[in-house]
């Protein structure tokens, strides 16, 4: 016990900071992952020293990842994702296009390798859940068109990382893309189409023996961790991701009357993995490494907040999106996300991705997400002005029509919120 001490002593102050961080994000309503990383910023080498040193993450973030992706499946409404399928799927191909493209340009100025060019790509073309649907929140716009249209995107994202984990471990001691890896990304993607059309549409399925597994917190999480680590394990024997499998049971439990209880079930466990993972990606933050190299760091920066969100709004509009949705939709997945601290992660493990070309990812994601809380006030001034905008030249050319028609336009707005409501299924969020 007395050699155990200092660990535990030491996990149980991380946890403390973490946990202490984290309340006070929230209660400064902003994401509370953004008070994980300062915490582990705070205790790890570039603050006070507490905790000199990580080695854990790349293994947490593969743990981390089965278990989040499980969840994600099971909380996506496939019926809504299905209703704003094209514009979302068009937007996230035409993300990870100009991601490529712009990547590319960076690769030749700094001789990256191909696979570099690739995940780096992958990583930048990734948003924030977390943050995207807090701001939506902030501004009232979560079950509005506007709501509906990012969180289609967003889902589309989470289900654009699984083919990018395969072809991210496909790139193995840092070299070769065969095309059997190609063969592979279609089989998963051409699985999901093909699972997403037939189940999608369809109401709750019946799960064998809920009578005995509903009601009882054991054994809904045990059943679902059961379902989890056995899909993970097939598609992995089969040379997919386990992550893959991990989420295609997560969406096969999401369209069974087992849902509402197991994610409440997982979510316990999700939470506490993506502290640990929040935490150790703060503790691993080389602030020496970002005042070294200042300017390339900013560079890619305002690259994903500005760059990013300007590509967003010009896909957007070009899929179809009035200016108003295409602009604040645009800003709203400015940031780089959660997912880009996995992808980053599986690089440096597989060699794709040098210290120093970890170190730059990990710095751009981290403060990606520390300015999120600005970008979200400039979202919400954004949206008021739109507003304002949109109020003055109504007045300018319908005067009279103006205060008339505000009832009705809060009577659209209602049923526009509930039609929101209800392409979701019956215990769905």
Known sequence: MEEQLPFLLLIAIVTLAAVLAGLFMAWLKQPPMVGYILAGLALGPAGIGFMPSVDAVPLIAEFGVLFLLFVIGMEISLKA?????????????????????????????????????????????????????????????????????????????????????????????????????????????????????????????????????????EMVTLVALLVCCTSAVLTGVAGMSPAYGAFIAGLIIGKTTLRGEAIHAMEPIQGVLMVCFFVAIGLLLDVGFIMANFALVAVFVLGALLLKSAANILILRLVGMDWPTAYQAGLIMGQIGEFSFVLAAVGLANGVLDPVGYKLAISVVVLSLLFSPIWTQAVKHAHDAADQRLGGLRMAFFPGAVESSSEPQRAEGGSKRRRGAKLKEPGET
């Open 81 to 217: 994702f299905i209703a704003d399928l094209r514009p979302a799927v068009l937007t996230v191909i035409g993300q990870l296009a100009i991601a490529l493209s712009l990547m590319m340009v960076f690769g030749v100025v700094l001789n990256w390798r191909p696979e570099q060019i690739v995940l780096l790509a992958f990583v930048v073309t990734m948003s924030s859940t977390a943050v995207a649907l807090k701001i939506l929140d902030d501004i009232g716009e979560l079950r509005g068109e506007l709501g509906r249209l990012v969180v289609a995107i967003m889902i589309a994202q989470d289900i654009a990382i699984v083919p990018m984990l395969i072809i991210a471990n496909a790139f193995d001691n840092g070299g070769t893309f065969e095309i059997s890896t190609l063969v592979t990304v279609a089989l998963a993607i051409a699985f999901l189409a093909a699972f997403i059309a037939y189940v999608g549409p369809k109401g709750k399925l019946h799960f064998p023996w809920q009578e005995k597994i509903l009601g009882r917190v």
